[in-house]
């Protein structure tokens, strides 16, 4: 056993922090913010919210839902 902090997510919906250091959106190969209220992540380029089902990310556009206004100014 090592004495390294735990870096596997904690919760249901939370996501491993070394996966999201490599992914990107699908459709504009931009990078993502983690919504964790909404179990989300985020691409402000595209406008889209991928979301998070039983710790993994759905990274299908056709999955994703348009952010409102109101959520981009957030980003």
Same mark, same amino acid.
């Given at each position: 056993?090592?004495? /390294?902090? =735990?870096? %596997?997510?904690?919760?249901? *919906?939370?996501?491993?922090? %070394?996966?999201?250091?490599?992914?990107?959106?699908?459709?504009?190969? *931009?990078?993502?913010?983690?919504?964790? =209220?909404? *179990? =989300?992540?985020?691409?402000?380029?595209?406008?889209?919210?991928?979301?998070?089902?039983? *710790?993994?990310?759905?990274?299908?556009?056709? =999955?994703? %839902?348009?952010?409102?206004?109101? /959520?981009?100014?957030?980003?």
């Amino acid at each position: 056993m090592t004495d /390294e902090p =735990e870096t %596997r997510a904690d919760q249901p *919906g939370d996501i491993d922090p %070394r996966l999201l250091e490599i992914l990107v959106c699908p459709q504009t190969k *931009g990078p993502l913010v983690y919504d964790r =209220e909404k *179990g =989300e992540l985020l691409s402000k380029k595209a406008l889209l919210a991928y979301p998070i089902r039983d *710790g993994v990310p759905i990274m299908l556009v056709d =999955e994703a %839902r348009t952010l409102r206004d109101d /959520e981009t100014e957030r980003l």
